[in-house]
């Protein structure tokens, strides 16, 4: 039998994978499980982006243009200059989700044996995007008694070498929740320049911003139009994760040329996605004000539940749906297994994300989880009751 | 400004995108371009297809499973089983494409450095994936006068080292739409068991074999369960290339394991795409019958009208919608230009894919063309006329 690649060996799991079996052990047992581990909103899409779907009247499902069609990257860079941000069409190249936009990106700024920093926590699948490419991921490490704050500049200077080609941050954060401040975002920038790096910047979440905070784009700070590349996805901003549209955009001329060349490779991104993503973008206004409003109501409710267990901390998140919460805990890992298998409160338990597969760090973060508040409140309640009483119990509690 | 990496300047532009700027100066000048070098076939999808996506009821366009959803992989089994192949529901994994299907083969089977053997001409965008995974194309060249039969076995077996750790056959195949036949095949699964290889067979164009012959796929090869790895797509079959829907199929269960850490990286196959393929499952018989009588008369007035024109020689191919010709030129990417630049007859001109994008051997292929026959008739006839009115005044005409 012929040998598996050490690529494919050394290519991470994802943090949730892992706990499948427990939690399918805990179903089987007839527990009800509470997922608080999961990214798939579970709000409804644009009606109009299913109604186009419908209305659509090609007979042939054909190919779209590499780049996408001209008409979504029209209306997309519409989008962003609703939103203060100068993007051109020609700026914008659609991919097959925010994955594939963040592949593209890798591969085309970056060589195997390159380093990327990142802080972390960091959305766990940087670590198989990274290993595909063959490039190492370098972590500075935030922390959640800052409310996951981006790490001080000279965190990220010290661990700059001759191999660092990139920083990749994620603004609203995944799985911090964490919106990033003007002047930290600056001060990043000019630490960009300084090193000629790429600076990559997964906005997905940017829709999601809470409490009045607008969220900043990497392509509106000064000066970085040859360095910033810019992910988007429709993915959580239209509740349209199975569309698989999403973008990278950049000035830089020269390095949309050669992720052009990764685009064509793979001729098309999905002409399906696509025609529901640019129908979505005539979403009324109302569609993001009631998900917003909803999304606060879960998170106030979820923070404040989090705060008042004993022992626990869980700092506000500023946008995306996820919060990150220290708890009185030996292992989250450990624990996140216990409360599937061990534990239940009249039938009910519950589902979460341990942090250690965010941090890149060994060890960081082993006493916390994270939560994702894509559920309707009496069950996010009902979560923080059961997670509560399973912290009394556990063995392993610390405190 | 920051570097663009070594692997994105080493990526190979498509042999078509050379010839973009000519075709659309030809265009602009008033030319009619009759596009030979299209792989779009110009059929309908099946009307299945297209309406269950109106029927469909969901609200939430949704992540998939990673592997794909359990009823299109369900019914995809049977579909092979009816076609005498012998494929479970779990040997199977849902892929954004062929393209997505065979990226995640090359990383599971290969790191990079390694080698993979292919028989030139081959499909190009196989350059693309290798260099995207690191991995070196060794060709083992195949000969129009030969019309393309697989190479002879010794061929392949003087090109094996201790870095090859796969082969790659397209079959039915683009370019030559050659069917190999079960002798060649048989050998090839020795040669592979012997060495101990993975063998990654692209059957994207299974269902069009012509002249009654019926193409084997690398799953009925015998004693290959832990080396072979089937590529498949519903892009040509359904005429659904905008679906973005392929798949990964194999009896390897370590390899399938592996195959599944990099679905899991980037989340979900397309969930539209999806549906519209399971839908298409469900196309009558007759969908077929009619394509394949459509491509047979398209591809009978081709060769033939080819092998008309003096010095040109076109072999018969069995399957898919390409062909390769040979014609009486000193080179074919400087007539392919030329006929766009300089040529028309009485306003019109043909666009053809020079073959030597095809090849990796330097040199082989340079006067071939790829000529795709999905045009109607009347179409494809004009551009017979046309292909020889422009070899008499051809410049560089060596015959």
New interface residues.
């Given amino acids: 039998?012929?040998?598996?690649?050490?690529?494919?060996?050394a290519?991470?799991?994802?943090p949730i994978?892992k706990l499948m079996p427990f939690a399918n052990a805990a179903k089987k047992a007839g527990k009800r499980v509470i997922h608080l581990n999961i990214g798939?909103?579970?709000?409804?899409?644009p009606?109009v982006?299913?109604r186009a779907?419908?209305d659509?009247a090609?007979?042939?499902?054909?190919?779209?243009p590499s780049e996408g069609y001209e008409s979504y990257r029209e209306a997309l860079s519409i989008y962003y200059k609703n939103a203060s941000i100068n993007v051109e069409v020609d700026d914008l190249i659609v991919t097959?989700?925010g994955?594939?936009a963040l592949?593209f990106g890798l591969?085309?700024?970056?060589?195997?044996g390159?380093e990327i920093i990142i802080p972390e926590p960091f959305y766990a699948?940087y670590n198989?995007?990274a290993k595909?490419v063959?490039v190492n991921i370098i972590p500075v490490t935030a922390y959640i008694d800052d409310g996951f704050a981006l790490p001080p500049i000279e965190d990220f200077e010290a661990k700059i070498t001759s191999k660092t080609?990139?920083i990749l941050i994620c603004n609203p954060g995944n799985p911090t929740g964490k919106v990033y401040n003007s002047e930290a975002l600056d001060a990043l920038a000019k630490l960009v320049l300084k090193h000629?790096?790429?600076i990559l910047s997964d906005e997905v979440y940017r829709e999601f911003c809470y409490d009045g905070s607008q969220p900043k784009s990497v392509l509106e700070l000064e000066g970085l139009a040859?360095?910033a590349i810019m992910i988007d996805s429709v993915s959580k901003r239209f509740?349209?994760?199975?569309?698989?549209v999403g973008a990278l955009v950049t000035k830089?001329a020269?390095?949309r040329e050669?992720?052009m060349?990764?685009a064509?490779?793979?001729?098309?991104?999905?002409?399906?996605?696509q025609i529901?993503s640019e129908a979505a973008l005539k979403a009324p206004a109302s569609y993001f004000e009631d998900v917003r409003s909803c999304y606060v109501k879960r998170r106030d409710v979820l923070v404040e539940g989090l705060n008042n267990i004993p022992g626990a901390m869980c700092p506000m998140p500023g946008g995306a749906f996820y919060a990150v919460c220290k708890l009185p805990i030996d292992n989250s890992d450990t624990f996140c297994q216990w409360i599937l298998e061990k534990f239940d409160l009249n039938g009910d338990t519950v589902m979460m994300a341990p942090a250690s597969g965010f941090y890149s760090t060994e060890g960081a973060g082993y006493n916390e989880v994270r939560i994702a508040y894509v559920l309707d409140l009496p069950l996010l309640e009902r979560a923080i009751v059961c997670l509560k009483a399973a912290l009394e119990l556990y063995p392993g509690r610390t405190t």
């Fill in positions: 039998m012929p040998q598996i690649s050490n690529v494919g060996l290519m991470p799991s994802s994978r798939q909103p579970d709000v409804s899409s009606d982006a299913v779907l419908k659509d090609r007979t042939v499902i054909e190919y779209s097959t989700g994955s594939e592949i591969l085309s700024c970056m060589d195997p390159d699948n198989g995007f595909m063959g080609k990139a000629d790096l790429y040859q360095n509740s349209m994760c199975g569309a698989r830089n020269a390095l050669t992720i060349k990764f064509m490779a793979r001729l098309s991104p999905p002409t399906l996605g529901a």
